[in-house]
Nanobody, 124 residues
């Protein structure tokens, strides 16, 4: 089993920044990628960013140039630095672990373990 825990959400003004953290623990040896998704009420969960152990990185078009995903393998931690935040970025952000190497890192169903989510609120 793998446990995934996010932190770092909060309230920020438009144009501001936040950094989310995600710690994976347990049997993480076989987990090849970590991803961030977000889901607004009444909407489907959407891909935000992903990072693989081979250092490949993927971003949704909506966050390119504003968000940066990074990882510290020694701490089994993935970060999502969010800059130039917009009110439409307001939602719950989820971290997830792909522990069977799906090769489809932007797809929700590729991920096996999910965190509980952390709320990001961007005020206008």
């Amino acid at each position: 089993q793998v446990q995934v825990v996010e932190s770092g959400g909060g309230l920020v003004q438009a144009g501001g920044s936040l950094r989310l953290s995600c710690v994976a623990s347990g049997r993480t040896f076989g987990c090849y990628a970590m991803g961030w998704f977000r889901q607004a009420p009444g909407k489907e969960r959407e891909f935000v960013a992903a990072s693989t152990w081979s250092s490949a990185i993927y971003y949704a078009d909506s966050v390119k140039g504003r968000f940066t995903i990074s990882r510290d393998n020694t701490k089994s931690t993935v970060y999502l630095q969010m800059n130039s935040l917009k009110p439409e970025d307001t939602t719950v952000y989820y971290c997830a672990a792909d522990c069977h190497n799906s090769y489809a890192y932007t797809v929700q169903r590729s991920y096996d373990y999910w965190g509980q989510g952390t709320l990001v609120t961007v005020s206008s």
